[in-house]
């Protein structure tokens, strides 16, 4: 296995621009899953990765080898695609092998690779079937296998479970993980599904409009996204927001003014910011808490019900927030009754809230501060 290095990739169809200078560090054995927005360009890098399409400007380094200039077959990768382009005239077994004997191999060492891949992926019954026989998850398998077999120093997925319900899906993502961490391979994967990203990598590339726009652990970009269009793109549903104003500051927390929550102090440094300027106040759906009147740390709102679904584990919660004009969704977790067009106490600790510029969508830097440390800076400075 190899790492991988991107160095101010651009992409260029004429005069449009597609990728405008992408630099990346992939670890030996890391699963990086690169998301984004149709049209954002992540189809793109990862055929620039594999040498389908040439690069403009920058590098591409595989290992310790600059593949720029080099051929898809010379760069010793794999690629699973969308579609799973299997022969439909030669059987599973031909298939896996198919590859391995245009490159001369042995067919001792050919039969041992196919027998090792078919065992991975429990495809063994199926070695003889061809591709009209199977389910669309077993093709999916016997795709992969072929990856497999290759023995790549990188595995290139371009949304390989799109085709599937979401059923298999689960499963085949599942199959995925498990199979990265057996052959601790180098992963690099295309994918629109944030779902799909925050359940099977080890850090996520999100990219926007060809331009990366945060690198992290799934984790990282659901507690502390960069910016505005990182909080709304990663969680499911996606973050709620606010128009509010930033009235102040303080050791360690800022002051805003949100029409419906009213006067807000959130652990964030303020940074740059001015006091008037306009602010984006974010909430996650999951962050809204039923208030239970036992005076719990939280500020309170109260949510004009429009309607709620519930699905036997979750409660979904769609309305408006009361004095905002501003719709919202709420999740609350197990099956919750409420009725449609009533008012719906909630509350939201102040570490949960996110604060973003409006101008530019860029994030305060947040900090993990409860209500008891806010009480002891607002002592310390009076």
Do not use: W
């Amino acid at each position: 296995m190899a790492g991988l290095k991107l160095k101010d990739v651009k992409k260029s169809f004429g005069h449009h621009a597609i990728l405008h200078g992408v630099d990346l560090d992939v670890g030996e054995g890391e699963f990086v899953v690169l998301v984004g927005p149709s049209g954002c360009g992540k189809s793109t890098l990862l055929r620039l990765i594999a040498g389908l399409e040439n690069v403009t400007a920058g590098q591409v380094v595989i290992g310790d080898n600059d593949v720029t200039a080099a051929s898809p077959g010379d760069r010793g990768i794999a690629m699973v695609f969308q579609s799973y382009a299997l022969y439909p005239h030669m059987t599973v077994a031909k298939n896996l092998s198919f590859g391995l004997e245009n490159l001369k191999m042995s067919r001792a060492e050919i039969d041992q690779r196919v027998v090792e891949a078919a065992k991975m992926l429990a495809i063994e019954p199926l070695l003889d079937r061809r591709p009209k026989q199977l389910s669309g998850g077993q093709r999916q398998r016997v795709a992969i296998g072929r990856a497999i077999v290759r023995n790549p120093k990188l595995f290139l997925f371009d949304e390989p479970l799109s085709n599937l319900d979401a059923a298999l899906r689960v499963q085949t993502r599942g199959e995925i993980s498990r199979l990265h961490k057996r052959l601790g391979a180098t992963m690099v994967y295309v994918t629109h599904d944030q779902i799909e990203a925050m359940t099977m990598a080890d850090r996520i590339v999100v990219l926007n409009a060809g331009r990366v726009e945060q690198v992290g652990t799934p984790l990282e970009l659901f507690e502390s996204p960069a910016n505005k269009f990182v909080a709304g793109f990663i969680g499911s549903p996606q973050m709620n927001f606010f128009e509010g104003t930033l009235a102040g500051a303080g050791p360690g927390h800022v002051t805003v003014e949100v029409p419906g929550f009213g006067s807000l102090e959130i652990p964030a440094e303020i940074g740059e910011a001015a006091v008037g300027e306009a602010v984006i106040l974010g909430v996650r759906p999951s962050h809204f808490e039923l208030e239970k009147g036992d005076g719990a740390d939280g500020y309170p709102i109260r949510l004009e019900v429009d309607y709620a679904e519930s699905i036997g584990t979750d409660t979904y919660v769609y309305g408006m927030v009361e004095g905002s004009g501003t719709a919202a969704i709420v999740h609350l977790p197990d099956h919750v009754a409420i009725k449609d067009r009533s008012s719906l106490a909630l509350v939201v600790e102040p570490a949960r809230f996110h604060l973003f510029r409006a101008e530019t969508g860029s994030s305060f830097a947040k900090l993990p501060l409860s209500v008891e440390d806010l009480a002891k800076a607002g002592e310390a400075s009076a």
